[in-house]
């Protein structure tokens, strides 16, 4: 917890262009082993074989065929290179024949589509037309971010800007829910009314600082299951990453002190800070290239959109 659809066409959709092309004039040099068929599964009781090209094929090799279009290996792994950029690797045989099978599926209802001449439908291609855009648009973005580089002067001007940001806190807590609380209600617990579940967090207060030992108490009293185990430990979390009311505390009360009952969505809070650190520029630095870099994305972006102002006729779209 964090105090803190679709077909299965649509994991080709982006990388479809790339496919089913004439094979390239001159093939990649030094090209990378493909798989050829996946290998047959072990017999019962046999180790099953680790995964591995079992054939290396040329380049130009057809290693696809649906109906009459036809894949060589180097368009195939210029697809699986597609995909891969993506966020969507296919490295093993088997994740190879599984791309390779959807593939064939859709380009077969492709060809369907075609047969019944959908692709000359209007609607049909306005769609067409949308995507392909779609694609453009991601891979300018895409380019225009890799190219910005943020030096040391911006870098440090960053971080003396945003040092709370580069903040940390080590805290533990025990949490009591309430109806109506984002945290699911445990099997067979009562549902506590928020003035119930405040009596009862002072009451646990109380006991802990009369003594009772809080990693115990957090084990047996705390609505959190993903702390309970370890004694209500939150770990070691940035400024911003908890919700508002249990940063604001996290951040401020002092080290080793046992808060008041602290309200948020999720219920009352008992918190107790280990630690707090703040990190150095050379230990955010590479955070802080992130971050950075991410808003100069952004921002190169942003100057891209407007080189091409768009005008909205406001007799149809009417007034913003």
Same mark, same amino acid.
């Given at each position: 917890?964090?105090?803190?659809?679709?077909?299965?066409?649509?994991?080709?959709?982006?990388?479809?262009?790339?496919?089913?092309?004439?094979?390239?004039?001159?093939?990649?040099?030094? /090209?990378?082993? %493909?798989?050829?068929?996946?290998?047959?599964? /072990?017999?019962?009781?046999?180790?099953?074989?680790?995964?591995?090209?079992?054939?290396?094929?040329?380049?130009?090799?057809?290693?696809?065929?649906?109906?009459?279009?036809?894949?060589?290996?180097?368009?195939?792994?210029?697809?699986?290179?597609?995909? %891969? *950029?993506?966020?969507?690797?296919?490295?093993?045989?088997?994740?190879?024949?599984?791309?390779?099978?959807?593939?064939?599926?859709?380009?077969?209802?492709?060809?369907?589509?075609?047969?019944?001449?959908?692709?000359?439908d209007g609607q049909v291609?306005?769609?067409?037309?949308?995507?392909?855009?779609?694609?453009?648009?991601?891979?300018?973005?895409?380019?225009?971010?890799?190219?910005?580089?943020? $030096? &040391?002067?911006?870098?440090?001007?960053?971080?003396?800007?945003?040092?709370?940001?580069?903040?940390?806190?080590?805290?533990? #807590?025990?949490?009591?829910?309430?109806?109506?609380?984002?945290?699911?209600?445990?099997?067979?617990?009562?549902?506590?009314? &928020?003035?119930?579940?405040?009596?009862?967090?002072?009451?646990?207060?109380?006991?802990?600082? $009369?003594?009772?030992?809080?990693?115990?108490?957090?084990? &047996?009293?705390? $609505?959190d299951t993903g702390t %309970?185990?370890? *004694?209500?430990?939150?770990?070691?979390?940035?400024? *911003?990453?908890?919700v508002p009311e249990f $940063?604001?505390?996290?951040?401020?009360?002092?080290?080793?002190?046992?808060?008041?009952?602290?309200?948020?969505?999720?219920?009352? #809070?008992?918190?107790?800070?280990?630690?707090?650190?703040?990190?150095?520029? &050379?230990? %955010?630095?590479?955070?802080?290239?992130?971050?950075?870099?991410?808003?100069?994305?952004?921002?190169?972006?942003?100057?891209?959109?407007?080189?091409?102002?768009?005008?909205?006729?406001?007799?149809?779209?009417?007034?913003?």
């Open positions: 917890m964090k105090f803190s659809t679709g077909s299965k066409y649509v994991t080709l959709t982006l990388a479809a262009a790339l496919a089913f092309a004439q094979p390239p004039a001159q093939p990649p040099a030094q /090209p990378k082993p %493909a798989p050829a068929l996946q290998p047959p599964s /072990p017999a019962p009781g046999q180790p099953k074989p680790p995964e591995g090209p079992l054939v290396i094929v040329a380049p130009d090799t057809v290693v696809l065929t649906v109906g009459n279009e036809k894949m060589t290996r180097a368009q195939f792994e210029e697809l699986l290179a597609a995909l %891969a *950029g993506s966020g969507r690797p296919a490295n093993t045989p088997t994740q190879k024949r599984q791309v390779a099978e959807q593939l064939a599926e859709l380009h077969s209802m492709a060809q369907e589509a075609r047969k019944r001449k959908l692709d000359q291609k306005q769609m067409m037309m949308i995507q392909s855009e779609n694609v453009l648009a991601a891979a300018v973005a895409k380019q225009v971010a890799a190219e910005v580089k943020p $030096d &040391e002067a911006a870098m440090h001007a960053y971080y003396d800007q945003n040092k709370s940001k580069f903040e940390t806190a080590k805290a533990s #807590h025990i949490l009591i829910r309430f109806k109506g609380s984002r945290v699911p209600l445990k099997a067979g617990q009562k549902e506590l009314t &928020e003035e119930e579940a405040l009596a009862k967090a002072q009451a646990i207060r109380k006991k802990i600082l $009369d003594g009772g030992d809080f990693a115990a108490i957090a084990k &047996e009293e705390t $609505d %309970a185990a370890s *004694g209500g430990s939150l770990g070691t979390f940035n400024r *911003g990453q908890m $940063d604001s505390v996290a951040f401020s009360l002092p080290i080793g002190q046992l808060s008041e009952p602290v309200k948020s969505a999720f219920g009352y #809070h008992l918190i107790k800070v280990e630690e707090r650190k703040a990190k150095t520029f &050379e230990e %955010a630095h590479t955070e802080i290239e992130t971050q950075l870099k991410s808003q100069m994305g952004r921002d190169a972006v942003e100057r891209l959109k407007k080189q091409s102002p768009a005008t909205l006729d406001e007799s149809y779209f009417g007034k913003q």
